[in-house]
Nanobody, 125 residues
Framework: VQLQACGGGLVQAGDSLRLSCVASGRTFSRNTVAWFRQAQGKEREFVAA????????VYADSVKGRFTISNDNAKNTMYLQMNKLNPEDTALYYC???????????????????WGQGTLVTVSS
């Protein structure tokens, strides 16, 4: 499966953005999908994830209550709605998917087999 993320941009603190990630080649229907981010000079970190077929949504504590992960099955697209952005949210955001049938949410990078190219979110103060 190939993943294509988009929607990043330059915003001010307090603003909102919605990232999208569309899959091609196959559907997400049997995958656990996630968003990660990587700030300059830091390791890639988990943001949010859920099993596409249904199950608990998991968020990093740093984004809980501000970010919402969702999907549109018909469009084979996942989203990350980001509200109340702050400069600490500045990073490259990546969408990712686990191999099919692995329906357990994992927070570690190595658990995900498929990655999008990243979309840059910059939040100015």
């Amino acid at each position: 499966v190939q993943l294509q993320a988009c929607g990043g941009g330059l915003v001010q603190a307090g603003d909102s953005l919605r990232l999208s990630c569309v899959a091609s080649g196959r559907t997400f229907s049997r995958n656990t999908v996630a968003w990660f981010r990587q700030a300059q000079g830091k390791e890639r970190e988990f943001v949010a994830a859920f099993p596409w077929s249904g199950g608990a949504i998991v968020y990093a504590d740093s984004v809980k209550g501000r970010f919402t992960i969702s999907n549109d099955n018909a469009k084979n697209t996942m989203y990350l709605q980001m509200n109340k952005l702050n400069p600490e949210d500045t990073a490259l955001y990546y969408c990712a998917a686990r191999a099919p049938h692995l329906n357990v949410v994992r927070r570690d990078v190595n658990a995900y087999a498929y990655w999008g190219q990243g979309t840059l979110v910059t939040v100015s103060s």
